[in-house]
């Protein structure tokens, strides 16, 4: 019997981004260094490998980042434990939003996302480290 999909990933990630606060990369980039703000890349190893990544970002793959976030999971990472303002991006925008979501429901906060990703971000003019 074939599966029926009820939801497109289309229509989870237009939730998502509906659902997260954003930041345009020309407003990021003013971030970078900030002592009150964090990035973190959501993007998998191997294309955080690849391209680099925004100067100070906490890389956290999409699969690991619940784990990264639990302060009480092994794999916790003390990055999430501030007082800041969160910046999540990946590639294009929509994993990083759904990844929001899931943080905010674990009680990140405040966290927002960066509207286009790394492809924004270069287009503004963004380094990648």
């Not at 289309?10 to 509906?18: E, H, L, Q, R």
């Not at 905010?104 to 790394?118: E, I």
Request: net charge negative; glycine share 10%; charged share 20%.
């Amino acid at each position: 019997m074939a599966q029926t999909i009820t939801k497109s990933a289309k229509d989870i990630v237009k939730a998502a981004m509906s659902a997260v606060p954003a930041i345009s990369a020309e407003e990021a980039l003013a971030l970078v260094g900030s002592l009150d703000h964090v990035f973190v890349d959501l993007r998998d190893g191997s294309e955080q490998a690849k391209t680099g990544v925004i100067e100070g970002a906490v890389a956290s793959s999409r699969g690991m980042m619940e784990f990264h976030i639990d302060p009480e999971s092994p794999a916790h990472k003390p990055e999430f434990n501030q007082d800041k303002t969160y910046v999540f991006y990946c590639a294009s925008g929509g994993r990083s939003a759904m990844a929001a979501v899931v943080a905010m429901d674990m009680g990140l906060s405040p966290v927002v996302n960066l509207t286009g990703g790394v492809g924004a971000w270069k287009k503004a003019g963004g380094a990648l480290e």
